[in-house]
């Protein structure tokens, strides 16, 4: 497992998984961003894969230590 004190998340990652542990689906957090849905599920799986989890729900949890 990744230590989480050699992770580091581009700006755009954090802001996508800031919207996402509000609770904002990917969609609403494209319209916030002024970016594609899909551009904001590609950030959030970089995310996901830097801090190894494998759902949203939990990237946030771990993203929230960091951020």
Avoid: P, Y
Avoid at 3 to 12: A, F, G, I, N, T
Avoid at 44 to 66: D, G, H, I, W
């Amino acid at each position: 497992m990744a230590d989480v004190q050699e992770v580091v998340l581009s700006e755009r990652e954090r802001q996508c998984l800031r919207w996402a542990q509000e609770g904002k689906s990917s969609c609403v957090i494209g319209v916030i961003l002024k970016v594609s849905e899909n551009t904001v599920n590609f950030h959030v799986k970089n995310a996901m894969r830097k801090l190894e989890m494998t759902s949203r729900t939990q990237c946030v949890v771990k993203a929230r230590r960091l951020i």
